[in-house]
């Protein structure tokens, strides 16, 4: 079984099957396999605020390079023995990829609202699938498929997360802090972090047990093309100022959150 096998069609619900180079559902719906081996769920263009290539192109380079590697070797560890793993919002796939590196015996899919995410996706390992699915709309994953769910800055759902879980599945959730490159935000008008982003994720769970809190927090030593890269990755793309970077130290700060579903 792969992650393409774990799907439902997103317009009547049933389950997808492959045929060559398609999923087709019993209705008759049909989503064709990219070349680049991804899938394009959506229904609908991507919304404007969905990851550009240059957003993923700097992502890819920033990662590369390490920088994050203790928040994905915790997120690849909170998994657990998880053997269907789910990455919302997944971007490059990265840390599905460390996850799935962890755990052998794992297969992955990643889902992400932007084509050109899902594409990066696609090749970030062997034992991963890509779809184009938006978290907040629905999922076209079928009931109880996952063991875990994955959830690396990106968009929450709590019941389509409930949904797609097995009970006792578990969700990891990394939340920054509000600490979280503190020094680039006066300088570049980046974003504000709310400093109770992990108790306000917990509160939208009632009933999810939180098996643990981890904390991940060092010191980055960036150079100015770095410092530009950490911007240019995310939402802050769309933010702040992007001219005249300068290199930094700055803060890593982050919380894992693993929670267990209910049932």
């Given at each position: 079984?792969?992650g393409?096998d774990w799907?439902r069609?997103?317009?009547c619900?049933?389950?997808?099957?492959?045929?060559?180079?398609a999923?087709r559902?019993?209705?008759?719906h049909?989503?064709?396999?990219?070349?680049?081996?991804?899938?394009?769920?959506?229904?609908?263009?991507?919304p404007?605020?969905a990851?550009?290539?240059?957003m993923l192109?700097?992502r890819?380079?920033?990662?590369?390079?390490?920088h994050?590697a203790?928040?994905?070797?915790?997120?690849?560890?909170?998994?657990?023995d998880?053997?269907?793993?789910?990455?919302?919002g997944?971007?490059?796939g990265y840390?599905?990829a460390?996850?799935l590196e962890?755990?052998p015996?794992?297969?992955g899919?990643?889902?992400?609202?932007?084509?050109?995410a899902?594409?990066?996706?696609?090749?970030?390992?062997?034992?991963?699938?890509?779809?184009v699915?938006?978290?907040?709309?629905?999922?076209p994953?079928?009931d109880g498929?996952?063991d875990a769910?994955l959830?690396v800055?990106?968009p929450?759902?709590?019941?389509?997360?409930?949904?797609?879980?097995?009970?006792?599945?578990?969700?990891?959730?990394v939340?920054?802090?509000?600490?979280?490159?503190?020094e680039?935000?006066?300088?570049?008008?980046?974003?504000?972090?709310?400093?109770?982003k992990a108790e306000a994720l917990?509160?939208?769970?009632?009933g999810?047990?939180?098996?643990?809190?981890?904390?991940?927090?060092?010191?980055?030593?960036?150079?100015?093309?770095?410092?530009?890269?950490?911007?240019?990755?995310?939402?802050?793309?769309?933010h702040g100022?992007?001219?005249?970077?300068?290199?930094a130290s700055v803060?890593?700060?982050?919380?894992?959150?693993?929670l267990?579903?209910?049932?």
């Amino acid at each position: 079984m792969n992650g393409l096998d774990w799907l439902r069609c997103p317009h009547c619900e049933a389950p997808l099957h492959r045929d060559t180079s398609a999923l087709r559902c019993p209705s008759g719906h049909a989503f064709d396999v990219a070349r680049q081996g991804y899938v394009n769920l959506l229904g609908r263009a991507a919304p404007a605020n969905a990851d550009t290539p240059a957003m993923l192109e700097a992502r890819e380079r920033f990662l590369t390079a390490g920088h994050y590697a203790p928040v994905a070797q915790a997120a690849a560890a909170a998994v657990g023995d998880a053997r269907r793993v789910v990455e919302v919002g997944a971007g490059t796939g990265y840390y599905l990829a460390r996850a799935l590196e962890a755990h052998p015996a794992a297969e992955g899919l990643a889902t992400d609202v932007s084509p050109a995410a899902a594409r990066r996706a696609a090749r970030a390992h062997p034992r991963a699938a890509s779809i184009v699915a938006d978290t907040w709309a629905g999922l076209p994953i079928a009931d109880g498929a996952a063991d875990a769910v994955l959830c690396v800055f990106a968009p929450r759902n709590p019941a389509e997360f409930a949904r797609i879980l097995v009970p006792g599945g578990r969700l990891v959730v990394v939340v920054p802090r509000s600490v979280h490159l503190v020094e680039l935000r006066a300088d570049y008008g980046l974003l504000d972090v709310a400093a109770d982003k992990a108790e306000a994720l917990v509160g939208s769970l009632p009933g999810w047990r939180v098996a643990a809190l981890d904390t991940v927090e060092r010191r980055l030593e960036l150079t100015a093309d770095e410092v530009a890269d950490v911007i240019a990755m995310g939402p802050n793309a769309f933010h702040g100022e992007r001219s005249g970077m300068a290199a930094a130290s700055v803060t890593v700060a982050v919380d894992i959150l693993t929670l267990v579903r209910p049932g």
